[in-house]
């Protein structure tokens, strides 16, 4: 696991995070730990656009979307 270090915070800032971690019942590296997690594991709106426009290009034919359906009906 790497070790990240993030110099010159303003002092309120860490403050509202040292408040925020306590709330949640967790220590400060724990709560930037979760934080870092989670806002690594959502797609940006870029992402996400450059996402539907990979889909949008993308050419289905028929049997693409029933052997997508028949998939799908599977799962259940």
């Known amino acids: 696991m790497s070790v990240l ?3 010159d915070v303003p002092e309120d800032q860490v403050r509202v995070l040292k408040t925020r971690a306590a709330r949640a019942g967790k220590s400060l ?3 930037m730990q979760e934080l870092i997690a989670r806002e690594t594991t ?3 709106m870029t ?3 450059a996402q539907l426009e990979r889909e949008a290009a ?3 034919t028929t049997d693409d979307v029933l052997t997508a359906l028949d998939e799908g009906r599977l799962g259940r």
């Open 5 to 7: 270090t993030i110099r």
């Open 29 to 31: 590296q724990a709560y």
């Open 42 to 44: 959502k797609p940006t």
């Open 47 to 49: 992402e996400m656009a």
């Open 58 to 60: 993308a050419e289905y």
